[in-house]
């Protein structure tokens, strides 16, 4: 990857872990429902521009599961009281749920290095289970889960099914899909639902976050990610979604002052440690320090 390229993959995922203290921020003045319509109406909005780029089959599966399970189910996880740094650690489990589900559906199975990941995440996951308490209902824990695997299975589907689709017009496409099961959740579950109302009385700050997620975060994010998977391999790419929680744990630290204790903690340090085994190219950094070792052995002078 040149420079231009790898600034592109930080900057994607730097906006996304920001998400995490986005969502808050929009939770003052929308339900997780409305503030999922909000979203992807916005996100949404660049198809009178872009020609359809898959069939109507793979647009609504992967905006069913991509976009649709994931976030509602997030942005409820978040509103029954999930802490957001803890969120943007506990959504990365989708990249271990995908090892799953592609070792079950397609017989993929996961390598030895995929499997130490595993091991190491969900023993994290474990730790994060026993701090369950006053602070994290066992629902917001058990939806951002679910939130994780939907991820997944969207990236399963996706992947099978739109190798060579544009991931920004797909994205903008699948945008279609959320806000029509969001807005039935929200006239189900929401005391007033009007939408209009809570846009008209909605804080400045909640707002601009809602315009925030709909635009950077999906639009942007998703169509700089899928035009660098499409320019180079999935091992130089991957790593950098390391950014995204890191980022999301230090801006909420330091915007919402969320800590946490020893255990969750170290839960959270397991699910991190699995994603640096399960993405990093391992073999590939091995063999670039063993040349560099091998240059800065030749350049040494012989000894006397």
Partial sequence: MNRRDMALAALANVIWGF?????????????????????FVLAALPVVLVPRPAPWGTILWVGATLLT??????????????????????????????????????????????????????????????????????????LAMAAAMSWATGSILLRKTSRDVAMGPLIVWCSLVPPIPAYLASLLLDHDA?????????????????????????????????????RHPSAAVAPFALLSPCTGVVAVALIFGERFGPLRAAGMACILAGLVIVVLPWPRVAARA????????????PPP
């Fill in 194 to 230: 009007s939408l209009y109302t809570a846009v008209v009385h909605a804080s400045l700050g909640s707002l601009v976050a809602v315009v925030f997620l709909g635009t950077l975060a999906t639009t942007l994010a998703f169509g700089i990610w899928g035009y660098l998977m499409q």
């Fill in 19 to 39: 998400t995490y203290v986005a969502y808050p921020i929009a939770l003052e003045s929308f339900t997780a429902s409305q503030m999922a319509v909000l979203r």
């Fill in 69 to 142: 399970g994931q976030f509602l189910l997030l942005f409820f996880a978040l509103a029954a009281g999930l802490p957001p740094g803890l969120a943007s650690v506990t959504t990365q489990m989708h990249a271990f749920f995908a090892v799953l589900i592609a070792a079950v559906v397609l017989r993929e199975y996961p390598t030895r290095r995929q499997g130490l990941g595993l091991v190491v995440a969900f023993t994290g996951l474990m730790l994060i289970g026993l701090t369950v308490g006053t602070d994290l209902p066992p629902v917001a824990l058990v």
């Fill in 290 to 301: 063993r040349a560099v070792l091998r240059r800065e052995s030749a350049c040494r002078p």
